[in-house]
């Protein structure tokens, strides 16, 4: 028998209703595991994603069709967007800084990669400001810096910088406030440069 409309609306209420996809803060640490700043950069994260994951697989043919055997896990780059502040471009030059602190850009020297890997913290809330599900992104940094489109036609419109992070894995975060994660997880340098 078909679930009536009632039904479904019933299974949902009792789930809290459908999860938001606008209530959201992204923490960016200035040292790998900090998590208490909430200004700078969290302020003007206008758009994330939550990250995918590849099971790796093996194919395996002794009899009949083919059988896929996993043996690792794959992450998928995330891309986030912020929203540049007209004072300096202080995101651009902060991501751009970053970068350089990977790459020297004049002698091309790379750096040792713990120390220029941060950690990530994406973190979701319900309707009612309550944390929701959540990711710890883990030896983060930004692989691509995007342009950034300007043109004189272009009066109603603001800069947006997209940036796509690599990271070693991530894992789900618990259901808690992000404040108490700063004593689990480092203290809080900030994450203005």
Request: net charge negative; proline share 5%.
């Amino acid at each position: 028998m078909p679930l009536s409309i009632d039904a479904f609306r019933n299974n949902l209420a009792v789930h809290g209703g459908p999860a938001p996809v606008n209530r959201y803060e992204v923490i960016i640490s200035k040292t790998a595991g900090s998590f208490n700043d909430h200004k700078g950069l969290t302020l003007v994260c206008e758009q994330a994603e939550l990250p995918g994951k590849t099971i790796l697989t093996v194919e395996d043919k002794l009899y009949g069709p083919v059988r896929k055997i996993g043996y690792g896990q794959m992450f998928i780059d995330t891309t986030m967007t912020f929203i540049c502040t007209a004072n300096g471009w202080e995101e651009k030059e902060w991501f751009d800084t970053w970068q350089n602190e990977i790459v020297d850009p004049e002698m091309f020297d790379a750096s040792y990669y713990d120390d220029y890997t941060k950690s990530i913290m994406l973190r979701t809330y319900t309707e009612k400001n309550i944390p929701s599900y959540g990711i710890h992104f883990m030896e983060t940094f930004p692989l691509n810096v995007g342009a950034i489109n300007l043109g004189w036609s272009q009066n109603n419109e603001y800069a947006r910088l997209s940036v796509t992070f690599a990271y070693r894995r991530w894992k789900q975060l618990p259901n808690e406030d992000p404040e108490n994660l700063g004593g689990s997880l480092g203290q809080s340098e900030g994450v203005q440069g």
